[in-house]
């Protein structure tokens, strides 16, 4: 319903997009999109639309945003419900030919065709211009509701909780560190024009494993005293309700106090460990092959001579007589 009625007619006058429309154009194109439709059992049926009215439709298209375009062509399509005493009118698929003619003639008065569609009273017609689908009428109460709530109201909330994680680096040999985070807390809220996104870690601990008998076992650790203190606490919220300076959004970052010791051999592990391995030589690994298959060459020449050279002859001479 939606689509384009036809191409672009080539003679159409360059019109302001976005006019504003009035009402009498409105009901013209109404009038005009309507006979687009036409009823499924074939009971009733609008006349044929004409190229200049199709012309007309498309002038008024270009001059109206979209928004009015798609509104009035709803309000066509509703409006054919009711003149065609159908629940679902269908796009025209063909062109109706008028029965002209003696053939014509005749068959009609033996074969009745659909009937004219009907026309709305005006207040059958207002009456649909005043009625939104249910779809628009639920999106709008939704809408209306959203703006009527508080601006601390929150309507969505999402918390997720990771009590104990761990992250291993190791190599193909041995592990380097381990990393061990405690409580750690993801929690969203969605208000009606805000949101505030939070994250916090109460406890984090990186461990060497790589120096032995090391006397700073954990070269990463948080040293807060207060057990209701969070080390990490991150906080981001957008439009906020409460808002003096009128701000868009606001991010608010805490650390508590940590404590951080700085293993030079450890370092060297972890460079290690991300450094990729050096690229490969395919000239070199080339030379080698080449040089491999001459020696391959070589000692299966030689060993061929020395098989020619050191081969057993051997004579066998049969005789036979036949008797006479």
Do not use: C
Not at 178 to 204: G, H, T, W
Request: proline fraction near 5%.
């Amino acid at each position: 319903m939606l689509e384009d009625v036809s191409q672009e007619p080539p003679e159409v006058p360059k019109i302001e997009y976005n006019e504003k429309p009035e009402d009498s154009e409105r009901d013209e194109y109404i009038s005009l999109y309507k006979k687009l439709f036409e009823d499924e059992k074939g009971s009733y049926e609008y006349p044929k639309l004409k190229k200049k009215e199709l012309i007309k439709m498309v002038e008024f298209e270009k001059k109206w945003s979209f928004n009015n375009v798609v509104q009035f062509r709803l309000n066509a399509y509703e409006v054919s419900k009711l003149e065609l005493e159908t629940d679902s009118p269908q796009r025209t698929s063909r062109i109706r030919d008028g029965r002209g003619g003696i053939t014509g003639g005749i068959a009609s008065m033996f074969i009745s065709g659909p009937r004219s569609a009907k026309v709305l009273s005006k207040d059958q017609y207002k009456a649909v211009l005043d009625t939104k689908g249910e779809e628009e009428k639920k999106a709008q109460e939704l809408l209306d509701k959203m703006e009527r709530l508080p601006k601390k109201y929150v309507h969505t909330v999402a918390n997720v909780v990771f009590q104990q994680l761990f992250f291993t680096m190791k190599d193909d040999k041995h592990e380097i560190i381990v990393f061990e985070i405690n409580d750690m807390r993801l929690s969203y809220q969605a208000r009606p024009q805000s949101m505030q996104a939070a994250v916090s870690v109460k406890e984090l601990n990186a461990q060497d494993h790589v120096t032995p008998n090391s006397q700073h076992r954990y070269f990463l650790r948080n040293t807060g005293s207060d057990e209701k203190t969070q080390l990490v606490d991150i906080q981001y919220e957008t439009n906020p309700p409460d808002n003096p300076n009128d701000l868009d959004s606001v991010a608010k970052v805490r650390l508590d106090s940590i404590d951080v010791v700085v293993l030079m051999n450890l370092i060297d592990e972890i460079s290690n460990f991300f450094t990729p391995p050096e690229p490969v030589n395919l000239s070199q690994l080339k030379d080698q092959a080449m040089e491999k298959l001459a020696e391959i060459q070589q000692d299966a020449s030689q060993r061929l001579m020395q098989a020619i050279e050191n081969r057993r002859r051997t004579l066998i001479d049969v005789v036979h007589t036949s008797e006479i």
